[in-house]
């Protein structure tokens, strides 16, 4: 039998509104325990490993180029 990975849905967003919240969020499927790192202009969000990232009030210091890795554990 075939195991599917994927990515099923991800935060489209493109813009946010300072002061306010956001979050970004990531939807993937497969087999074991899925771990996620959250990365923003390619270096590692320390302690940012679930399915969504959150600000509580956006700031223009949260600017940037983000990225989440999803693996599966076995």
């Known amino acids: 039998m075939a195991t599917r990975w994927g990515i099923d849905s991800w935060s489209e967003r493109e813009g946010v509104v300072r002061c306010e919240r956001a979050e970004l969020r990531v939807v993937a499927r497969g087999t074991g325990t899925m771990k996620y ?9 320390s302690g940012q490993t679930g399915s969504v990232l959150a600000f509580e009030k956006v700031a223009v210091k949260d600017a940037g180029l983000y990225e989440v890795v999803v693996r599966t554990e076995r």
């Open 37 to 45: 790192q959250w990365y923003r202009n390619g270096v590692e969000l």
